[in-house]
């Protein structure tokens, strides 16, 4: 029952896209924003709620991370209703868009709500190939070429993903079964796997194709790339939403790897993720448009939320995914309006706005281009304070307090070396470049309203004791 | 009989990456799928898994006639270029490939160790995965790319056949959904014409 | 020893009819009318009675490589597997004697293409080279492997053991061997997807181009010599990859290996007729293959033991 509430819109949404009328723009928006009905009931629900035997499962964290998804989906949904006047878009192109989001929904929500490894890819692989076409939306040779890159990227992380997830499957049968797919029984019996180098083996590979999908260390560049020749509520939804069910699996997998042998993975994904920030910081110095600048900000903060995750800091890595998920989309958003005249241009972006509209909208974005770098009321701020709190206290059990200080230090200087790079854009923003005339158009000013609103709501006391009851 | 079908997955793996024409690339991938569906069909008669019996012909019917069919359709509807030369030369090939092989069995030796049945057979399908990524970076043409994206999903489902003898049947039933919905992305993505709009 | 004695004389019989029957099934799959079965026998003989003649420039090479070319091969012969269960049969002799006994063979022949004074000799020669230098690592590996898979180095005792006890235990690597042996086959005897026998056209000689300026007798030894290397092959193939049908009585068994055999020529009739012919730099790839299958076959069966 739960569950047709849950995949209702989506399919409504499905079907509409078919009809030819003017009117069916609206009705697929409306589709857009009732997705986030069901969810909220989901919310409420006493949890662990049962959607569909053992397979799909509501638990505190992936109610989580759906709510967060729904509603940034929303954001990209009330962007999607002005982008003609950015961008020259065909309805034709509007309507396939809105069917490929309607799958790409429906394998959201399974792979996110998914208790099974093999349902969870099986909904991550669909939302990987309902993007593939998202991005071709956008009829340039540009997008073309980076929507078959994304093809074969995509399918090779998911298909290293499904590979650790067979032999995950593998080295379990023995104790479980065909049950040894679930995530809560392969938790609870952890322990007792016969093989633990097979598991670590297939959590190894998973964790690659997991690294690559997010654009970690050797894959750095395809992200962006991607981002930059798709339309910017594309950029939008793979920041916040697809990346998301990602850090999902990510959670759930190396929730049962700690249980196996923490030692091993904490090292592994600590070395690859400071790999990762060290190359990406560079690249973000050397970054030249918006698009690409928020991009590898976005892959810099999944490293982070990563990173805290494993160092035992859940609650930490929850608070940066929900504010990323929340700041990046309404970054990506907004630079449909810093760009709108000449692309490019980050001089004088925030410039030459007129009326009540462009001066809200210019004070938005400059705060969350300021809270992006974790200036104290971002909640970015808290996040990262939690998360290096818990890693010196990890450590404190270990022998290597020194080296554990030694690379939270490196991490600052690289995260200062960013700061830098976005302080000096938003001064360049800001004071420097022509004066040209900019319009903001109501719907895009409601997204990053209600991004605005949903950054204070994570804030709140209720918000932060939800997130510390998670684990 | 289950050591030959192996045997012949693996073979004709290799042979593809030596191949410079499409449509005989498609025809390796069609023997590599149907070497795979009769595994299928051979061990699920074995333990009498009635789940991978239908996957075998399920696996026969789409992988080893259906894609391959149509990916020929496609090529002549969009003009592929045919004659595809691998972009690592033969001579370093010969010495990868091997280098490969070598290094994943040796890798997965601890696993002979752990697993009593069928051990060989996770090392085999992990080096099928490397030679089936090598396959894609090799060549710079899309439609190799895509066989190569297609036997890299072939060398899962060996391991998923040979090293847990099968998964779910649930599992199984929705990749071959997502196969089938890869099919038509690449299909859409092929339209360039559309680009005019 | 009557048996053995009478497997040698079979081969050397068969072997000019194995070549024409392969020719043969070509002319009918292409609706041509097919030679007879006879007709290398006929070449053999029309050969001994035409006239020898020599070029000036050649040196006293010329006179003894035909021989020593074919010399080799009939020793080699010696050495293969029996055909019959309780035949006599050499067990010593492993994968490099057999490997070095043909490339003795082979060496002699360009030196005999080199020696013409001609350029297609020398060009044949280097090509013959080029196409040896990379078949012989591969054969040495794929011998070597049956022979561990055989639980013996010896060829001829390799081919009993494996009829005795067929390696269903490794498969894998057994078919891996069976691929590149018979790549090698193909490769070492001069079919079509390396070299035509058949043409003169001067950018696809390899054999050919070697022995153009031989006639008369020398033309006669050379023939019956790459008859004699085919039906060496074939025997090894049929014999190490297609054990059984040895337990049988003698005459049982020898039907069922001369079917073999030309199971085995009709494949390379098939192979020929449905392939082009590589170009000369493409060959290192199919070799390359094979070398690559040979050395699959060694690590699967060691490191797996599949």
Known sequence: MMLALLLAPALFMFLVSFLHNEKSKYLLAFSSFVILLPIIKLFTLVKPYAILGTYLVADKLDTYVLLVSSIVGIGVTLALLTLDKHVKVSPKANRRFYRFFAIFWIGLIFSILSNHMGIYWIGLELATLSTVYMIKTNYTPAAHKEAWNYMIVGAIAVSLILFGIILMYASAKPILGEDAMQFDLLLQHAKEIPSPFLFEMGFAIATIGMFIKMGFFPMNLWLANIERASFYPVAALFSGILESAVVVGFFRFSQIAMEVNYDHLFIFVFIYTILTIFIVSFLIFRAKDFMRLFSLSGVEHMALIVMFWVSGAPFAALLHFGAHAFLKPALFLSTGVLESNGKYKIAGALRGYKGKRGTIFWFLVSLFLLAIISLPPSPMFFSELYGFGAMISTAKESDHMLAMIGAVLFLLILLSIIFYRFVSIYQSMKYEGETESKEVYPSELFALILFALSLVALMLPDTLHYLKSVI | MVDFLIGLFLASLIVALFTTRLYRLLLWYSLNSLTLGLLALTIGSNIDDDGMLVTGVITILIKAVGIPYILKNLSQKFHFVRQITPEIKVQYAIMLVPAILVFTFYLSEPIVNMIHTNANYVAISISSLFLSLLLMMEHSNVAPKIIGFLTLENSLFLLGITATNGMPMLVELGIFFDLLMAIVVINLLFHKEEMKV | ??????????????????????????????????????????????????????????????????????????????????????????????????????????????????????????????????????????????????????????????????????????????????????????????????????????????HEAMILDLSGVYLAIIESASSIKFVIFASLFASLFMPFGLEFSAPIAFVIFILKLFIIATFVALLEVNTAKLRLFKIPNLLGLSIVFAFLSLITFYVLGA
Do not use: C, W
């Open chain 3, 1 to 206: 020893m009557i048996l053995y004695l009478l497997t040698l004389v079979l081969l050397v019989f068969i072997a000019p009819i194995l070549l024409s029957y392969i020719k043969a099934v070509k002319m009918v799959l292409l609706f041509k009318r097919p030679i007879s079965l006879m007709q290398g026998y006929r070449n053999f003989s029309k050969l001994l009675t035409k006239e020898t003649i020599i070029s000036k420039e050649s040196s006293a090479i010329t006179h003894y490589a035909p021989f020593l070319v074919l010399s080799p091969l009939l020793v080699t012969m010696f050495f293969l597997p029996p055909v019959v269960e309780g035949a006599y049969y050499v067990s010593f002799v492993d994968a490099f004697t057999i490997t070095g006994l043909i490339s003795l063979s082979t060496f002699f022949l360009m030196l005999l293409g080199l020696d013409s004074a001609s350029a297609f000799g020398g060009m044949g020669s280097s090509r013959e080279a080029f196409i040896s230098a990379l078949v012989e690592p591969a054969m040495v590996l794929t011998i070597f492997s049956v022979s561990l898979m055989a639980d013996n180095l010896g060829v001829g005792q390799a081919g009993v053991n494996l009829a005795q006890h067929f390696p269903k235990e490794h498969m894998a690597s057994y078919l891996f061997a069976g691929i590149s042996f018979f790549i090698l086959l193909i490769a070492e005897n001069g079919r079509i997807p390396v070299d035509n026998p058949e043409t003169h056209l001067e950018l696809t000689m390899v």
